[in-house]
Structures are given as structure tokens and as C-alpha cells.
């Protein structure tokens, strides 16, 4: 057994931003009891996280989970700011669409073995975004340009950005939880992404 997470990402908050609206988050997540205002090493992307809230149960669809969760060994919520490549952990990419036109670019064949030609020019947009270069492809479909974090990845697969909620091994996050919290993004898209480690 992995562990499961989901993401909140903010994929449009600049790197200046970032560090104010984490708070901001941070801030209503514990005073809502959502999560614990402690931070302790219950995440597993950061050295510390906050644990699981009195009013957690409220906020994840705990149906079909352990009765006792959110129990003392629970995973907690970790925030990351700076400029990350957020991914769904397991497996390849699939495909990938222009936001302008919405076509979409396969990325794998039949036995979901990554295209070399096709993945080429997005394999460079994610490095480069992990290296602070933002790669800015034309749409082979319609030809604008496509900043790196508005391409749309199948499945969530990605998301480029420099702010992060992750929730680790919660159940899956309530639709009005995730648009709460969205809310204090001052308007900004969010990325849901979840996966397994
Ligand atoms: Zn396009």
C-alpha cells in the first residue's frame, strides 16, 4: 500500500505572491479546524506538516474509510511555495491540450509507452520549469504560444506552479472544501491532482 495524496495547486500565483497567500490559507485552514496549528512530521514532502483538525471529518468524503479517521497517525497538510512541478507520482503522462484551441497532443501509444517525438518539446517544458526557465511552446494545432503552466495535462497530470495545499492520505476532499479554499486564491485557477507515491 502507497500513499495517496491530493494536491490544491495555485497555477497562476506568481513566485511573489506565493509566500502571502500560503499564509493566508495556512491561517483559515487552522482557524477552521481543518488542520492543527502544531506542525509535525506527518507529511511527506516537507520535513513538517499540519495534522489533521477537530473539524476535518467535514472537509474529506471519509465513506468506505477507516471509522477512525482522521486517527493519531494520520497524515497532515503540508504547503509549498516556490516554483515546483507538481505531478501525479506514478505512470507517464498521457496527453496534453492547447488552452486556446483545446486540441490535444497524445503522449503515449497504445501500451502507454511514451511518444518520443511527442513528448520532446513537453519534456523540456516540465525540465525547465523544474529549473526555473519558462519554455513557451507553440500549439502545433492553432500555433500560439502556451505558457508553461496553461497547457492542460490529461488527468491533472501536471500542474505548474509556486503554491501548493497537499492532504496526505486523506479521504477525497469535498468539491466545496477544495472551492473554500479556492476562494482565498484571490480568483486564481486551481489544479486538483492527486496520486500515489
Ligand atoms: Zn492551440
Known sequence: MGDW????????ATSEEAEALAAEVRE???????AAPERTPCVLDAELGHP???RAAE???????????????SGGVS????????DGGQGDPTAVSCPHCSASVVLV???????????????????????????VLACPSCARPVAPAAWRWEDDYFAFGHLGFTFWNWPPLRPGFVSDLTARLHGHRVVLLDGKL
Request: proline share 7%.
Open 79 to 86: 504547503v509549498l511555495t516556490g516554483r515546483t512541478v507538481f
Open 28 to 34: 483559515w485552514l487552522v482557524g477552521s479546524g481543518v
Open 109 to 135: 501509444d497504445d501500451c502507454f509507452e511514451l511518444l518520443d517525438a511527442a513528448w520532446a518539446p513537453f519534456r523540456e517544458v516540465v525540465h525547465g520549469w523544474a529549473e526555473g526557465r519558462d519554455v
Open 5 to 12: 495524496f491530493q494536491t490544491i495547486v495555485d497555477v497562476e
Open 52 to 54: 489533521p483538525g477537530p
Open 59 to 73: 472537509v474529506a468524503d471519509a465513506s468506505g474509510w477507516s471509522p477512525d479517521w482522521p486517527g493519531s497517525w
